[in-house]
């Protein structure tokens, strides 16, 4: 009895672990997969944290470098093959992006993604849509702009490194140009109001109300023609210091305090001024220019012909609108939101040690609901690059008048893009 006794109780003991491995096996079967694509690091974060919530969910998140991501991200869209549930997409290629035939439309059930929108900030919204006013993707980043400064310059040449009276004193342009020419000429040329022309265009842009592109006609927008205008003036005057954006110069600036204003959007604190001068945390001080603005973004938009609908929702849901991860987004990392309710929420208790303590969200959220909202075309990439080597030419004296220079783009948009009626 003894040896049938212990006989029954290894064969149950057997098929105890048959089932529970069966269990397993089948559990882990079931378990589904969601594939993302992504260009940006940054959602490593956003995935860890949806796993945490959702263990039954195996996200596979693809990272590609930039340089190779939009082309790649266009193939697979265009031949249906390899495409992934989920993907983000930048600002500037979204245009490009958002136009193709396979992005889910979002403002249908069951997705209903109005009552997202409702939460955000109105440019946001605009860009969501396509032509149509069909929701394409969301946003989840909120990037208006604010002038970025030195506070220990500040209070050397205007007197004042309070944000309110700083702001007073840069409120227009011809301002600006003022400061800019007292600050080279009291330290004998080694500071400068702005880093590089771009400055300019980068709080102007936003102004712009006609794309490059209507009707298949080339259009230059008066805003355009007047950044390069300005530009002109701040390079003879020499209140530029022509520092190559995102270049060695021009991120050593930051550290040595040879620039005294920096108009950079949400994301400039952590990932400009932080990350290249962190030994001056407490130096910077963040107000208004001239007008509102923003830079950059980014947008998660859904496969139309995925299998995994249901959670690849769930996941751009997560990103946009669950309130627990949001608030802990913001909080860690420093992260601006697209959700305008959430921002408002935060705004009065989040500070930056970096910025003298400033209250940075209650800032950008009032910034946000100022920025306008400026069109786009999947042209903007190339043609805006295009603008951008003729200005160059032109302020470094290559080109010898600003007609000069409209006239030499013309020609190149004409030899890049046969299909533009030039006039």
Not at 165 to 183: A, H, L
Not at 328 to 350: D, G, H, V
């Amino acid at each position: 009895m003894r040896k049938n006794g212990s006989l029954f109780v290894f064969l149950m003991l057997i098929i105890g672990i048959t089932v529970l491995a069966g269990c397993t096996f089948s559990s882990a079967e079931e378990k589904k997969q969601l594939r993302i694509w992504t260009f940006t690091d940054e959602a490593n974060f956003a995935v860890e944290k949806f796993q945490e919530r959702h263990p039954e969910i195996d996200v596979d998140l693809l990272f590609i470098t930039n340089d190779n991501y939009v082309q790649k991200l266009i193939s697979v869209l265009q031949v249906e093959k390899n495409v992934p549930d989920v993907f983000f997409v930048e600002k500037s290629y979204w245009a490009q992006i958002r136009q193709i035939p396979r992005l889910e439309d979002l403002s249908q059930a069951p997705y209903n993604a109005e009552e997202i929108l409702e939460q955000q900030y109105s440019y946001i919204q605009d860009f969501e849509r396509d032509e149509e006013g069909i929701i394409r993707g969301l946003g989840y980043q909120g990037t208006p702009g604010g002038f970025f400064y030195r506070r220990d310059l500040a209070q050397e040449y205007l007197g004042t490194d309070d944000p309110d009276e700083v702001s007073e004193r840069i409120s227009s342009w011809d301002k600006i140009m003022e400061i800019g020419k007292k600050v080279v000429d009291e330290s004998d040329g080694e500071v400068h109001a702005l880093s590089n022309w771009n400055d300019i265009g980068t709080v102007e842009n936003d102004d712009i109300t006609e794309p490059w592109v209507v009707d298949e006609k080339l259009v230059i927008d008066p805003v355009r023609e007047n950044v390069v205008e300005l530009a002109k003036e701040a390079r003879e005057e020499n209140i530029i210091a022509n520092y190559e954006a995102w270049g060695p110069a021009w991120t050593a600036s930051m550290q040595q305090g040879t620039v005294m204003f920096y108009p950079q959007p949400t994301w400039g604190l952590p990932y400009i001024f932080e990350s290249n001068a962190p030994e001056t945390s407490g130096q910077w001080g963040l107000t208004h220019g001239p007008k509102a603005f923003s830079g950059g973004g980014t947008f998660l938009a859904m496969y139309n012909q995925s299998e995994n609908k249901d959670i690849a929702w769930e996941f751009m849901k997560f990103y946009t609108t669950d309130r627990e991860f949001l608030k802990e987004l913001a909080e860690t990392e420093q992260y601006f939101l697209s959700n305008q309710e959430i921002n408002e929420e935060l705004a009065p208790e989040l500070t930056s040690d970096f910025l003298g303590g400033q209250h940075y969200f209650k800032f950008f959220n009032e910034a946000g609901q100022e920025v306008p909202s400026s069109p786009q075309t999947p042209y903007d990439n190339d043609i805006g690059a295009l603008w951008d080597e003729k200005v160059n030419d032109y302020l470094n004296g290559r080109l010898e008048s600003k007609e000069d220079m409209i006239q030499s783009f013309k020609t190149e948009v004409g030899h890049h893009f046969p299909e533009i009626e030039v006039e």
